[in-house]
């Protein structure tokens, strides 16, 4: 039985959303022209917020440090131009609230050409020092949700990394720019991928692509160097193949335990864009100020996949984009599945922001919520095998503490269950609600 | 970018839907019960439009008279207070007293659906609810099957009774297949069932136009295809272990599956998602045990038919078939619960 679901290349369940992806996965990689007004906020990865190495007024060059971590699960940040701190302090946040952040204002008239730093040689570094230097490059998961890589590196005593993942399998519909990175970029991902497979100690890498990119796969297959331990495994197209325990599941058959780690059943997880940014930092000496961003959805007049600096404000990407089409209502980072709304066009682009999509009023607001009928679909749509309804009902009653029972805490908020209700019931809004305020009460006696 | 700085809206993702609504789904069970009905007003005529009319029209009254005052409409556009009364009306001799079909309709509606809470809250099906209330309550006229008259378009004669007066004396009554089984141990042909040409509910009585509209449902993914067919599996299974031992005695597998409300009911009632499990192995079991019981009754029991007895009595066992049968949580092993 195992063999054979081996053999299939995917997870049970899972939804299959319409692709979207014709908008923009034909458009080559463009650079977007450098603007006037960068923020940097200190918290844009998952973990403790950075914390500031610059003063307001001090002149910074491209690419420079511009915060160090603030702890272990923490990642450095760097300046995205040349120009001056204008300000450090609250600026508006993706969710419409303030947050701490280092406003730059660039200087017109720089090149914005920089000397790449001197980077040690990674392969003579040990493996504490390479994890600090991930560290200090800033890089993060840049899949969405951008969790330090380096702490992904340290691994704890007896476990051995004998897989390295990547995940080009860019699930989420409209989306395409890790598409597009592994075909205008393969030899700088494979290089990537021998030094974490090195570093890690893994005896092969695995690059795992949704069928639907046919050229990526191709593309990087020819171009695998010789001696290199790498396997390109094509895997069926279905929504969440991208989320990182099910595409173990779809590649290796196995499943993670429930609260444990890819690196629990020796496999070591990136997505394409992370493992670009590490040959990028190891290979060229560029930390991570910049990346590619789809921008895309009805709303924008002439999507395309852009290369951001970071900290653009979205206002100057839709700009760029020939603006907002009218009617326009809502704009996401991310994907449409498990992206961000954003509160204002004065939000930047994060290092975790893989898509902008603009949406119009109708695909969200025009459905009518209809009693829960119980007809199982988000049973069947579930990737985690949860009871997504019963879920639901308890989180309207607020029984939190009860849902904790029924394996909320193993939600990992794709949506499937929210894609597949025909009572349109906002199913894993409502868990991420308990989610929420499980994650915040206070212990008694606290 | 547009003059006006565009307000934005904050919704949470996923953006994205699938096409089903529930609405949709309630409208797909109703065409795909179009066909069977119109063979029925083929064989009965006018009656059957009478009774079915009326039933529609009682669950509807109904639907309106609870609706809280803020959403009154509302709940009759999602269709499924409409599906009710066409469900009953199928249920029901095609002879009934419109004011019966009317009560009927109303009781599926109040009784069926509204005291437990609405749409998704009630525990038994409806319909079968509002058809179990007429038979304890009108046992004589949901039991007298009037003679089919295919082509003629002609009102029974109990249709048009007065409002709490039974039917005048019937000229003639027929039988239904399982009633000739039973009692007198005549075997109706297999064709005959299929398409149609025999006594019964008005909705029974073509078995081949109710497997097309469960084939719609099942390509439009409307139903749960495991409860029809382990329904249908089980009732062939269980009269086939029963004619090895006595084929006089006991009904032939294709004769139990086509006569009586059984297509009917694993088809349209039975899989009603909100009174059958959710989880595929609940669904599984909660098949069997309708088959199971269809059998206990029909062929041990003092009652021709029991597929209305089956299935409310499995809907009283769904809470406890889903509690015992959550599926297993990815990354846990299985856990007995």
């Known amino acids: 039985m195992k063999s054979f679901r081996r053999l299939r290349r995917s997870f049970e369940h899972g939804v299959h959303p319409a692709h979207y992806k014709e908008q923009t996965e034909n458009l080559p990689t463009q650079r977007m022209p450098f603007g006037e007004h960068y923020v940097m906020p200190l918290g844009q990865h998952i973990g403790v917020p950075c914390v500031p190495d610059v003063d307001e007024g001090e002149p910074v060059r491209r690419g420079q440090l511009i915060a160090r971590p603030g702890g272990f699960v923490s990642a450095a940040l760097h300046s995205p131009v040349t120009g001056t701190v204008t300000r450090i302090g609250d600026f508006r946040g993706v969710d419409g609230g303030f947050t701490q952040a280092i406003g730059i204002e660039a200087d017109p008239f720089s090149t914005q050409e920089v000397d790449p730093e001197a980077v040690p040689d990674w392969q003579s570094l040990s493996l504490d020092a390479f994890i600090e230097a991930v560290q200090m490059a800033g890089i993060v998961g840049m899949g969405g949700a951008a969790f330090p890589s380096h702490v992904k590196l340290s691994l704890p005593e007896g476990v051995a990394i004998r897989h390295l993942l990547i995940n080009g399998a860019e699930c989420e519909p409209f989306l395409t720019n890790d598409h597009r990175l592994m075909l205008e970029r393969p030899a700088a991902l494979l290089e990537g991928a021998e030094i974490m497979r090195q570093k890690l100690g893994a005896v092969e890498t695995v690059i795992g692509i949704e069928a639907n990119k046919p050229d990526a796969i191709d593309t990087i297959r020819r171009h695998i160097p010789d001696g290199h331990p790498v396997r390109v495994v094509p895997l069926k197209v279905k929504y969440p ?15 993670v ?12 997880v990136n997505n394409v864009g992370t493992i670009v940014a590490i040959a990028d930092y190891f290979l060229r000496g560029m930390p991570l100020i910049e990346r590619v961003v789809t921008v895309a959805g009805p709303g924008v007049t002439y999507p395309a996949n852009l ?12 700009e760029f984009c020939g603006g907002l089409r009218p009617g326009s209502r809502e704009i996401v980072m991310g994907g ?15 290092k975790g922001c893989s898509g902008l999509l603009v949406f119009a009023e109708a695909p969200t607001t025009e459905r009518r919520e209809y009693p829960c009928i119980r007809c199982g679909r988000c049973l069947e749509a579930c990737p985690y095998f949860l009871n997504p309804s019963r879920l639901a009902r308890m989180s309207r009653a607020r029984m939190y503490d009860e849902m904790k029972d029924y394996h909320v805490q193993d939600c990992v908020e794709c949506g499937c269950c929210t894609f597949a209700c025909p009572s349109n019931i906002p199913i894993v809004q409502l868990i991420r609600t308990a989610k929420d305020d499980l994650a915040h009460r206070k212990e008694p006696g606290e | 970018m547009t003059d006006k700085e565009p307000r934005l809206l904050l919704f949470h993702a996923p953006l994205l839907r699938q096409d089903m609504t529930t609405p949709r789904t309630m409208r797909d069970v109703i065409v795909a019960l179009l066909p069977a009905t119109a063979a029925a007003v083929w064989y009965f005529g006018l009656g059957a439009v009478l009774v079915l009319a009326a039933s529609i029209l009682g669950a509807a009254v109904a639907e309106w008279l609870f609706a809280p005052r803020a959403s009154r409409g509302a709940s009759l556009r999602d269709g ?18 419109m004011w019966m079909a009317f009560l009927g309709g109303f009781v599926s509606i109040c009784l069926g659906k509204v005291i437990w809470g609405g749409l998704g809250h009630n525990l038994f099906n409806p319909a079968l609810l509002g058809r179990a209330f007429l038979l304890a309550t009108f046992p004589i006229a949901m039991t007298t099957w009037p003679v089919i008259t295919p082509g ?13 007066m039974q039917a005048g004396a019937d000229g003639v009554s027929g039988a239904t297949p399982l009633g000739l089984f039973k009692f007198e141990q005549q075997v109706t042909p297999l064709a005959e069932l299929a398409f149609g040409k025999i006594g019964g509910s008005i909705g029974e009585t073509s078995g081949a136009l109710l497997l097309l509209g469960g084939v719609y449902l099942w390509i439009r993914r409307d139903l749960d295809w495991r409860i029809p067919v382990s329904i249908l599996a089980t009732v062939a299974l269980f009269s086939l272990v029963l004619v ?12 139990s599956i086509f006569s009586g409300g059984l297509l009917l009911g694993a088809i349209y009632m039975a899989t009603d998602p909100v009174t059958s499990p959710v989880t595929p192995k609940g669904a599984w079991i909660f098949g069997i045990g309708v088959g199971v019981l269809v059998m206990l009754i029909r062929v041990f029991g003092g009652l021709p038919e029991g597929v209305m007895y089956a299935i409310l009595l499995m809907n009283a066992a769904t809470p406890l078939i889903d509690r015992y049968t959550q599926p297993r949580v990815f990354g846990h092993e299985a856990e007995s619960s």
Do not use: Y
Request: net charge negative; proline share 13%; hydrophobic share 50%.
């Open chain 1, 241 to 255: 193949q991208g989320a990182e325990k099910m595409m173990i599941r779809s590649v290796f058959g196995v499943e």
């Open chain 1, 257 to 268: 335990p429930a609260g444990q780690l890819p690196r629990d059943v020796g496999v070591n």
């Open chain 1, 307 to 318: 290369v951001v600096p970071l900290g653009t404000p979205v206002r100057d990407v839709m």
């Open chain 1, 336 to 350: 449409p599945m498990m992206g961000r709304p954003v509160a204002s066009l004065d939000v930047p682009v994060l």
């Open chain 2, 80 to 97: 499924s207070g409409l599906l009710t009364g066409l469900l009953l009306g199928l249920t029901l001799p095609p002879g009934l007293p």
């Open chain 2, 152 to 164: 003629e378009f002609g009102v029974q004669a109990g249709n048009l009774a007065l409002p709490f």
């Open chain 2, 244 to 255: 090895l031992f006595d084929a006089e005695r006991f009904p032939a597998p294709l004769f």
